[in-house]
């Protein structure tokens, strides 16, 4: 395997550099592959059974990606994050063309479409700490924020892209020419990702000949003691329990409550995206966000207070510029919070970290759906809004709070090397 030094990865910023465009391409054809198949599954399910019975073939894929998220941080560790992102791609690109032959020659029952998003449960377990433990290994410290903006970039492209990408496979040649075209893009991302060049990083080591319960127990003993690991992933659990909730069963509720139907969904909606993309567009620019730490925590306060705002107001393009400032607000402070992760873990751990944190978001944080509904039914939007901004912000509080964390700085750029310091291409 070819291996970049130090000294040449300094040469160009992360935009510039060839290898990061390769991983950028790589992640983005695969976020396109992850969002066509998405829609694939839910018409195939939507058409081979009762609505009740699509609704649990959907879920199917959250209870491993759930239970296995920990151990696929330690896999990670022990086995390098290019190559379990490459192993995890190939899977996803074997199963769905599979899916595409079937639906060509007979159709699938639901119990087979359930098997399959078993499957890509348990891949994305994998998956999704190998993904963010991969940055580090192909681009300089210095250029991690900016590598952050560029993924935040590639995932909205991904999810704006992806819905009408698969709506036209659908229409043009049903759910086989939808699951079809997301292996086609699955498949794009493998030669990509055969071609990165990885930085080994100081303290790299796998420890195989321990077992993975004791690596992960290692992984959760140093995030406890880490000054600013641990109060991050405190700042991540709060901040993602009060926005998930009403960004997505709120939202709808909202929208049904005003009038706005499912058009103001989408305008909402698009109004976050954009803000979102913005905040991942100023990392790419800027590189750096100086007082990483505080302005992380001064962005989940005020966008805190977007959040309670929008049950209040009456007017669609009101909320769409509200939920565009949430979009902003939560796009940079999220993207902070991966740069910060980053930047500050040892890179012997960097993949369990980042499972951690990942489980927070998508394991724990999802459980406040129904509580959300329920609490709707009974005290009304306003107060659920309040509340669940109210833990936002004191995410916010507690970021700002610690001191750590609020003086935590994301490493200054190295000056640009001249043409040609960089060595072999």
Do not use: K
């Not at 239970?67 to 896999?75: A, E, H, I, R, S």
């Not at 190998?130 to 991690?144: C, F, M, N, S, T």
């Not at 905040?279 to 990483?292: K, Q, Y």
């Amino acid at each position: 395997m070819s291996v970049l030094t130090p000294t040449a990865a300094t040469a160009r910023p992360a935009h510039r550099d060839p290898h990061v465009r390769r991983w950028l391409g790589a992640y983005t054809a695969s976020t396109l592959g992850d969002s066509v198949y998405h829609l694939a599954l839910s018409w195939a399910a939507v058409r081979g059974g009762t609505p009740a019975e699509a609704g649990l073939v959907l879920a199917v894929s959250a209870v491993p990606r759930a239970l296995l998220m920990l151990g696929g941080g330690v896999v990670a560790d022990r086995f390098g994050p290019r190559r379990v992102v490459l192993v995890s791609d190939t899977v996803r690109c074997l199963v769905v063309l599979g899916v595409a032959a079937l639906l060509l020659l007979t159709s699938p029952t639901l119990w087979v479409l359930a098997a399959v998003a078993l499957v890509f449960g348990v891949v994305d377990a994998l998956f999704m700490p190998a993904v963010g433990a991969l940055p580090p290994r192909i681009a300089p410290h210095d250029q991690l924020a900016r590598v952050q903006g560029m993924r935040g970039l590639a995932y909205r492209a991904g999810l704006v892209l992806g819905a009408p990408l698969g709506g036209l496979a659908v229409a043009l040649g049903g759910p086989a020419a939808a699951f079809g075209a997301a292996g086609l893009l699955f498949a794009i991302s493998l030669p990509l990702l055969l071609t990165l060049r990885i930085t080994p990083l100081p303290g790299d080591t796998r420890s195989r000949d321990r077992t993975a319960l004791r690596d992960l127990a290692d992984g959760l003993r140093h995030i406890r003691r880490h000054r600013v690991l641990g109060p991050l992933m405190i700042v991540v659990a709060l901040s993602d329990l009060g926005f998930v909730g009403p960004l997505n069963v709120g939202l709808a509720l909202l929208s049904d409550t005003r009038g706005w139907g499912a058009a103001g969904i989408g305008w909402i909606l698009a109004g976050f995206g954009t803000g979102a993309a913005a905040a991942s567009l100023l990392l790419t620019v800027r590189g750096r966000i100086p007082r990483a730490g505080a302005v992380m925590g001064w962005t989940i306060t005020l966008g805190a207070g977007s959040i309670a705002a929008l049950a209040y107001i009456p007017l669609l393009p009101l909320a769409v510029a509200v939920s565009l400032s949430v979009g902003l607000l939560a796009g940079l402070s999220g993207a902070l919070c991966g740069a910060l992760t980053q930047t500050e873990c040892d890179p012997a751990y960097l993949g369990r970290v980042t499972a951690v944190s990942t489980f927070l978001s998508l394991g724990i944080a999802p459980l406040t759906f129904p509580l959300t509904g329920a609490a709707v039914g009974v005290w009304g939007l306003g107060p659920v809004y309040v509340a669940s901004a109210a833990i936002c912000a004191l995410a916010g509080v507690y970021a700002l709070s610690t001191g750590a964390l609020r003086r935590a700085e994301l490493p200054r750029t190295a000056p640009t090397a001249t043409r040609g310091a960089r060595g072999a291409p």
